[in-house]
Nanobody, 123 residues
């Protein structure tokens, strides 16, 4: 098990950038696939990006491909989501998640979740 804490959300204007961080506790962070999801009220949780425990394989939703970048620093036990060219439709609560499997876009596969972090993009 790992405990996850997100940070870095906030308010930004359209076209701006934000970076989200997700710090993990636990000794086996490097063996976890890490994912980012987002969810608005009354909507299902939406996959954004995932990164393999090897740090080389990444996977993105079409809606963010080319704008968002997922990365990880195992020494710091942290995964990041760099978000560029933000749009109003990116406004959501963002969650990081972890599981000891393979790169996966299904939220039900992930066993560990952070508390969520609000990102608001204004026009």
């Amino acid at each position: 098990q790992v405990q996850l804490v997100e940070s870095g959300g906030g308010l930004v204007q359209t076209g701006g950038s934000l970076i989200l961080s997700c710090a993990a506790s636990g000794r086996t962070f490097s063996s976890y696939v890490m994912g980012w999801f987002r969810q608005a009220p009354w909507k299902e949780r939406e996959f954004i990006a995932a990164i393999h425990w090897n740090g080389r394989s990444t996977y993105y939703a079409d809606s963010v491909k080319g704008r968002f970048t997922i990365s990880r620093d195992d020494a710091k036990k942290t995964v990041y989501l760099q978000m560029n060219s933000l749009k109003t439709e990116d406004t959501d609560v963002y969650y990081c998640a972890a599981w000891r499997g393979w790169v996966n876009s299904r939220p039900e596969a992930y066993e560990n979740w952070g508390q969520g972090n609000q990102v608001t993009v204004s026009s």
